[in-house]
Antibody
Framework: QVHLVQSGAEVKNPGASVKVSCKASGYTFTSYAMHWVRQAPGQRLEWVGW????????KYSQKFQDRVTITRDTSANTAYLELSSLRSEDTAVYYCARDLGPMVTQAPPDAFNIWGQGTTVTVSS | DIVMTQSPDSLAVSLGERATINCKSS????????????IGWYQQKPGQPPKLLIY???TRESGVPDRFSGSGSGTDFTLTISSLQAEDVAVYYCQQYYSNPPAFGQGTRLEIK
């Protein structure tokens, strides 16, 4: 079975950084793009960026370009999202989500058919 | 960037009746070389991640009941639930994956009348 399991909830002060992990299982990690999507309270889903786990190439939303870093560890089948200079508006549930099709057949982005359970990040002093 | 707009924002439908949710993209998401519309529909229940229901605008994801269907092309799309069940109460989102950044609509909250 295909699963994405994320790290636990985080509480951070404004100005700090947070790093969230997403461990994949049940499929070839390097074959499918991995995305990060966030959802602030009462807001729509907002795409943050994606990584090609095969070669580490990334693409970020312009909104987060200067504050976000997405990485991966292929030996651990895990993707990471790091967001710096946190502010209250970054309080949200952060999800990792996998593309529906492998990158050889569908260049990212694709529909997202596998999602992690979400990680709540709270930014508060 | 492509902007996705859904209507209505909320909808109340009686059990067993049809529910229709609309989604409009600010530019066409039809890729003419393969004749595919790069639209997905998701269902999100409280405290859960979104669940993919429909992709390529009209292809049902594996395991999704056939009361869910998607239609439309170009810039205008529709998600239809043919006979509403109690378990369909949720927020529904459309998404375009035609171009970066992929973008979601604002969501439509579906309730039982």
């Amino acid at each position: 079975q295909v699963h994405l399991v994320q790290s636990g909830a985080e509480v951070k002060n404004p100005g700090a950084s947070v790093k969230v992990s997403c461990k994949a299982s049940g499929y070839t990690f390097t074959s499918y793009a991995m995305h990060w999507v966030r959802q602030a309270p009462g807001q729509r889903l907002e795409w943050v960026g994606w990584i090609n786990p095969g070669n580490g190439n990334t693409k970020y939303s312009q909104k987060f370009q200067d504050r976000v870093t997405i990485t991966r560890d292929t030996s651990a089948n895990t993707a990471y999202l790091e967001l710096s200079s946190l502010r209250s508006e970054d309080t949200a549930v952060y999800y990792c989500a996998r593309d529906l099709g492998p990158m050889v057949t569908q260049a990212p982005p694709d529909a997202f058919n596998i999602w992690g359970q979400g990680t709540t990040v709270t930014v508060s002093s | 960037d492509i902007v996705m707009t859904q209507s209505p924002d909320s909808l109340a439908v009686s059990l067993g009746e049809r529910a229709t949710i609309n989604c409009k993209s600010s530019q066409s998401v039809l890729y003419t070389s393969n004749n595919k519309n790069y639209i997905g529909w998701y269902q999100q229940k409280p405290g859960q991640p979104p669940k993919l229901l429909i992709y390529w605008a009209s292809t049902r994801e594996s395991g999704v009941p056939d009361r869910f269907s998607g239609s439309g092309s170009g810039t205008d799309f529709t998600l239809t639930i043919s006979s509403l069940q109690a378990e369909d109460v949720a927020v529904y989102y459309c998404q375009q994956y035609y171009s970066n950044p992929p973008a979601f609509g604002q969501g439509t909250r579906l309730e039982i009348k």
